[in-house]
């Protein structure tokens, strides 16, 4: 019987006492109506559960495979890459042109909802690829940490908010043409990936590629360079968003 174990507080006299007895070996008070029955378990003699106590273990036990299960399977990342694979593979087969398919314009012409569906439009599936290569090596690491729908969420503000950026800096300075990809939603997974990972590593003493991390940014952030409906301003604002996001949520996870 583990000796440490003294959890039970008589009402009379206030002293802790083993979880195991009836009445208090102080004052004699009754402590319980009967002794607890006991079971071999961990290696050593523990009270037996109740039945309760049992069905909840069980329910915990259930909660945490799933969330194991979840835990393996980068839902959000796959949903991010796969949505607008489908939505170029659709345009590419109607002959469509980027405006149909969600595209900002420039000047601003159509509705504010053009701002969250921009960033799943695509001209070129070199583009397309950049994108989704950077989600796939930085979002499920994302996942593992905030949660699927967390990292959703976030990556969707990444490049939603990238998209008004763009479109405010290109509005002031009179340019005519398309915002369209999600370069924002991918510079918003690096940044707030290695923002969080990068106190981990420190904790850990684990070595962090920070310079792999750089070249990859370089890469989405000088997309605009070959890609006409790439914006720098779009990298740019997506990926302060994320950075931002990545700091609260590595301070929530300390506190935690």
């Known amino acids: 019987m583990n000796e440490t174990e003294l959890r039970v507080v008589c009402k009379s006299c206030g002293a802790e006492v083993s979880p195991y007895v009836t009445e208090c070996p102080y004052c004699g008070a009754r402590v319980r109506k009967r002794a607890p029955k006991l079971e071999h ?16 273990e069980r329910r915990r036990k259930r909660k945490l495979e799933r969330q194991t299960r979840l835990a393996g399977r980068p839902l959000a990342t796959w949903a991010l890459i796969l949505i607008p694979a489908v939505a ?33 439009a695509y001209l070129s599936v070199g583009y397309l690829f950049a994108v989704s290569l950077a989600l796939a090596l930085f979002a499920p690491g994302l996942e593992r940490r905030l949660g699927t729908a967390a990292t959703a969420i976030l990556l969707v503000a990444c490049g939603a908010l990238g998209t008004l ?5 290109e509005e002031q300075t009179g340019t005519i043409g398309a915002i369209a990809g999600g370069n924002g939603m991918a510079l918003g997974a690096i940044a707030a990936w290695f923002v969080i990972r990068r ?14 991390v750089l070249v990859c940014a370089t890469v989405i952030l000088l997309l605009p360079v070959v890609v006409e409906t790439a914006d720098f301003w779009s990298g740019v604002t997506g990926g302060a968003i994320g950075a931002l996001a990545g700091v ?8 935690a």
């Not at 050593?44 to 559960?49: K, T, W």
């Not at 950026?165 to 800096?169: D, E, K, P, R, T």
């Not at 609260?248 to 506190?255: D, H, P, Q, S």
């Open 199 to 212: 106190p981990e590593a420190a904790r850990r003493d684990e070595d962090l590629d920070s310079i792999g």
């Open 248 to 255: 609260v949520a590595a301070r929530l996870r300390l506190k």
């Open 41 to 56: 378990r961990n290696g050593g003699i523990e009270a037996s559960r109740t039945k309760r106590e049992l069905r909840q």
């Open 165 to 169: 950026g763009a479109w405010a800096v």
């Open 88 to 120: 170029l593979l659709a345009r590419i087969a109607s002959g469509g042109d980027l405006d149909a398919f969600g595209a900002v314009l420039v000047p601003y012409e159509s509705g504010p909802w053009r701002f969250l569906t921009a960033q799943f």
